[in-house]
């Protein structure tokens, strides 16, 4: 088996893909809350993916990611016995886990993924994990089983109310401390606006918040500057000082405005690649 050979994929809901990559290095070193940049191939962009999960036994590393742009579309068409042209990683600092007593994992869309070895981690440090996810519909709850064997409760919403609470997943969150929940850590991870919405309601109720924070990312080494964020008016790199900040720290809206920043050209290019593929099957 050579370095970064796909040896599993599968297709978890319409466009989300889980994949096993043979990465023996990044495998050994990983821990809860990191992530690898992936290039599918020598031209392609470099992604930011986070660690899922990971044997350094077996030597292989999972990742999860849902095709939105040329890049992800790229990797989604590889296979197995296909190999990556290059896996740099494990990146970030891991997750502080401890012992709070009772920790919620709050995540949404295919970034209920990413939550998984964090609510494992914090399940084996002798946690109560109490789960919140959601996505748009009940078919895009991916991991859901998963989360589910980790936790001691799992509450599940769904925009147009297929499964569960109809609704978005912090205002389940924010029904259930109305109700008295009283966790000592809240975690999340998802869409920024749904992060930020959480970090509001949370600082209302006076719980500890870590955000997993997703900006645009270039290097992955704190030189480029892309991946700024800006935490109690600070400017961070997410890179190197992250991915985790405490998240009624974070600048919401301006982080929000930077990941639109090029939504028009990823929007055109995207546009040009399944334009140029059609193209090419029609042949």
Known sequence: MVGFEIINRKNLAEGIVEMDVHAPRVACSARPGQFVIVMACEECERIPLTLVDWSCREGWIR???????????????????????????????????????????????????????????????????????????????????????????????????????????????????VDGFKPGLVWVVGPAPMMRSCSTVTKRFGVKTIASLNPIMVCGMGMCGACRVRIKNEIRFTC????????????????????????????????????????????
């Open 63 to 177: 990742l999860v990611f849902q095709e939105v742009g040329v890049s992800t579309y790229k990797l989604g068409m590889m296979d197995v016995g296909e190999r990556l042209y290059h896996v740099a990683g494990p990146i970030g600092n891991p997750t502080h886990i401890d012992k709070f007593g009772t920790v919620a994992i709050v995540a949404g869309g295919v970034a209920i993924a990413a939550a998984y070895p964090i609510a494992r981690a914090f399940k084996e440090a002798g946690n109560i994990v109490v789960s919140f996810i959601g996505a748009r519909n009940s078919r895009l709850l991916i991991y859901r089983d998963r989360i589910a064997k980790i936790s001691d409760e799992v509450h599940i919403s769904t925009d147009d109310g297929s499964e569960g609470f109809k609704g978005f997943v912090t205002q389940l969150l924010e029904k259930r401390l």
């Open 240 to 283: 190197v000082d992250g991915p985790e900040f405490d998240a009624w720290d974070v600048d919401w809206d301006e982080l929000i405005q930077r990941l639109s920043a090029y939504r028009e050209e990823e929007s055109y290019a995207l546009k040009l690649f399944l334009e140029s593929r059609k193209t090419k099957v029609g042949r």
